[in-house]
C-alpha cells in the first residue's frame, strides 16, 4: 500500500474524533478537518469537512497507518492536540 493510499484514512480519523466528542450533532452536520491532517485530505482529494462515518472509517484507518510517513505523525498529534 502507498502513501498516498494512506492519507485518507487519517483524515476520516481526524474528524471521527471531533465527532464522536460531540454527540449532539446530528449525522448529517459535516466537522472540519484539522489544519494537521490536511495534506493526508490533500493526497486523498477529500473535501475540508466530513461526516461522521466518514470520520469514524477515518478515524479506524489512521490507527493502522504507519507512521513513518511525516504528515501521519502530524496528523496523529493534531488529533492529541
Known amino acids: 500500500m502507498s ?3 494512506l492519507g485518507m484514512p487519517a483524515v476520516l480519523a481526524v474528524t471521527a474524533l ?3 466528542a ?5 449525522e448529517e452536520q459535516r466537522v472540519r478537518i484539522p489544519d494537521g491532517c490536511r495534506e493526508l485530505a490533500d493526497r486523498a482529494g477529500l ?6 462515518p466518514e ?3 477515518a478515524i479506524a484507518y489512521l490507527r ?8 501521519v505523525a502530524r496528523c496523529r498529534l493534531a488529533l492529541r492536540g
Request: charged share 25%.
Open 3 to 5: 502513501d498516498k493510499n
Open 18 to 20: 471531533l465527532l464522536a
Open 22 to 26: 460531540s454527540s449532539s450533532r446530528a
Open 47 to 52: 473535501p475540508l469537512t466530513l461526516t461522521r
Open 55 to 57: 470520520a469514524t472509517r
Open 64 to 71: 493502522v497507518m504507519v507512521s513513518r510517513d511525516p504528515a
